[in-house]
């Protein structure tokens, strides 16, 4: 018997020049699931065909497109009062969405529109819940995540909302990697366990794709104390369970991060970190602005197009007590590293 051809000759040509060609931005969903040309007569050529299939496609970087659409998100998030940004790095790589639907009998959690992997604030939710429930927060959660009732007019929704974990550009050379699982014991797992596992039963590679390189998170509340505490959870239940498919393999788990809390690559390539519980200071003789906490940093304020840009999050009665008094006391500021100096990107009231 024949290969099955699963696409025409035209659109199969498509598909071999996007994946052949090195500098190709395709969409990696698209051919993930479009993209296998044929379906093997001989089943045992069809392990191999899938590995061969998801290697090409992890093979492809991101787009610029993708990169311009997180920029745009981190901006929002980043200058938003009532959103706690932070990165988070795989210890390893990240099966996400491992059940869904897919011609090579394997899938990843993607994007419809960039084909980029991404982890799906329920999924968050999720893990941060269940991770409070261990440890004992039950007051908290039903707060946090919302909670269940007996008729439709008892349900409630949690108080902060988790945002979708973007990839974060560059953090590897491609988001996608493959991975193969072998199944050493595959009849002993089919018949679950009626057969027994011998040293003489003949392993199956079964090739998978991951993700890898790191993930913005993000989680919104208007009260600052439930963000943080929201951020928290996930972010012990990240590093100490992991999330997504195989966690007991070690699969899905983060590394502790490398730098401060809320230090994020940011807009137009630059670093942006966030200063919680600082002093800042207004000097009207030079336009400056100005804080100690850390390194200290400054920034110059000549008109209202600059203050509005730098002082914007801020209520219209702390900018008028700044002005009169010439300070402001537990606050929190962005700012970016320029050469070897700080300057103050933006500047927001109590923790964000």
């Known amino acids: 018997m024949p290969d099955t051809a699963l696409c025409r000759k035209h659109v199969g040509a498509l598909f071999e020049s996007a994946l052949s060609n090195a500098a190709s931005t395709a969409h990696p969903g698209l051919l993930l699931s479009r993209g296998v040309g044929v379906w093997p007569a001989d089943k045992t050529k069809k392990g191999e065909l899938f590995q061969e299939h998801i290697k090409r496609v992890a093979s492809l970087k991101v787009s610029d497109i993708y990169k311009a659409a ?23 790589r990240l099966f996400i969405g491992m059940g869904g639907a897919s011609v090579i009998e394997t899938a990843i959690t993607l994007s419809r529109t960039y084909g980029v992997p991404f982890i799906p604030g ?25 909670g269940d009732g007996e008729t439709s007019d008892g349900f409630e929704s949690g108080y902060v909302i988790f945002h979708d974990a973007w990839w974060i550009p560059d953090s590897a050379e491609t988001p996608l990697v493959p991975e193969v699982v072998t ?3 595959p009849e002993y797992y089919k018949e679950a366990g009626a057969t027994d596992a011998t040293d003489f ?7 998978q794709i991951a993700a890898r390189g790191q993930f913005l998170f993000a989680v919104e509340c208007a009260d600052p104390d439930w963000a943080a505490l929201a951020r928290d959870l996930l972010g012990r239940a990240l590093l100490e369970w992991g999330i997504g498919g195989k966690t007991n393999a ?11 809390a809320h230090v994020v690559q940011t807009w137009e390539g630059a670093t942006v970190t966030t200063w919680e519980g600082a002093t800042v200071t207004w000097n009207p003789g030079n336009s400056t602005l100005s804080t100690t906490a850390n390194e200290g940093a400054t920034c110059r304020l000549p008109d209202n197009q600059a203050k509005d840009e730098v002082l914007g999050e801020l209520p219209d009665s702390l900018t008028n007590r700044l002005f009169r008094d010439r300070r402001l006391s537990n606050i929190t500021v962005f700012v970016e590293r320029v050469g070897n100096r700080y300057s103050i990107r933006s500047v927001h009231p109590g923790t964000v």
């Open 70 to 92: 997180y920029q745009r998100w981190f901006q929002t998030a980043g200058t938003t009062s009532s959103i706690v940004v932070w990165p988070g790095e795989l210890n390893g």
């Open 122 to 146: 329920s999924a968050q939710k999720g893990l941060a819940s269940a991770y409070a429930k261990a440890a004992g927060l039950t007051d908290a959660c039903r707060t946090l995540f919302g």
């Open 183 to 185: 199944v050493h014991h």
């Open 201 to 207: 039963d003949s392993p199956i590679p079964n090739g």
């Open 250 to 260: 070690g699969y899905g788990v983060f590394v502790p991060p490398a730098v401060p």
